[in-house]
């Protein structure tokens, strides 16, 4: 059955791209048909990421308002044949999407694929909002830093509020993904740890993305990390965080660090 996840955060600048397009890559190497959405209308970054920004005709907003059809908007990934992007407008602001455009465009996109990635832009505002309004599965994306974490609860706070399941009384399943974590600083009180974090947020953990510099070059290249052959330890987790949102049981294992977090912190769950 297709599912609709939103990568989302309350802050700029965590990740949320990159990681929309490393996790869509590596579930698309599984045979899994994917699609990547970008929600940011007017600063589109996800074609950039993924290598797509001359392939770019129809966007998602041409395909909302009837101007165009998906299968004409639609990007296949030449490396990966089960891949696709959804990009963008540039020239557009997010009030060109309506709640019934967004709908119709999600509906036909779960009829298509396995996997559908609402990459959400920073903030609360409408176009965040629509991105995660029709999903099933949310990922919060956060760094280890007050403001980030404070933002990421505010986030899934909306997330138990303004979604379509919530408003159905159903649960919204949310998981968290840890990015640019540094051991070391961490362990000098540099910046919060897992377990802070986890404290804060009280949702389960999808995933440990630790500060690596490939992922930088990957981006500027336009290939997810995830994609090129990297052996990297940032590639390795967003790999591992695929398989988690699959549905297997992967150790989570603290970057740079021998131990493994304890059954508590793997396997906690919301409140």
Do not use: H
């Amino acid at each position: 059955m297709s599912k609709v996840i939103v990568v989302t955060s309350g802050k700029g600048g965590v990740g949320k791209t990159t990681s929309a397009a490393s996790i869509g890559a590596a579930l698309a190497q599984t045979g899994q048909k994917v699609c990547v959405v970008d929600f940011d209308v007017g600063l589109r970054n996800l074609d950039l990421v993924m290598g797509a920004e001359r392939r770019v005709v129809y966007d998602f907003i041409n395909v909302a308002q009837g101007d165009a059809k998906l299968a004409q908007a639609l990007i296949r990934d030449k490396r990966v044949e089960t891949l696709y992007l959804l990009a963008a407008s540039q020239t557009r602001d997010k009030d060109a999407l309506t709640d019934e455009g967004v709908e119709r465009v999600i509906g036909e996109l779960r009829a298509s694929f396995d996997w559908v990635l609402c990459d959400s832009p920073a903030g609360i505002e409408r176009g965040a909002l629509l991105a995660m309004r029709f999903a099933d599965e949310a990922v919060v994306v956060t760094n280890p830093e007050v403001s980030s974490v404070r933002d990421s609860d505010r986030i899934i706070g909306l997330l138990d509020a303004k979604t379509r399941r919530a408003e159905a009384g159903e649960r919204m399943e949310k998981r968290l993904l840890l990015t640019r974590f540094d051991a070391g600083r961490s362990s000098r009180g540099e910046m919060l740890s897992v377990a802070d974090v986890l404290d804060i947020l009280s949702i389960p953990l999808l995933g440990i993305v630790p500060e690596d510099q490939e992922i930088l070059r990957a981006s500027n290249v336009g290939a997810p990390i995830t994609i090129n052959g990297s052996t990297s330890p940032a590639a390795r987790a967003y790999r591992d965080a695929a398989r988690r949102l699959m549905g297997e049981t992967i150790p989570m294992a603290i970057p740079d660090d021998r131990k493994t977090l304890f059954n508590r912190l793997f396997s906690r769950r919301a409140a």
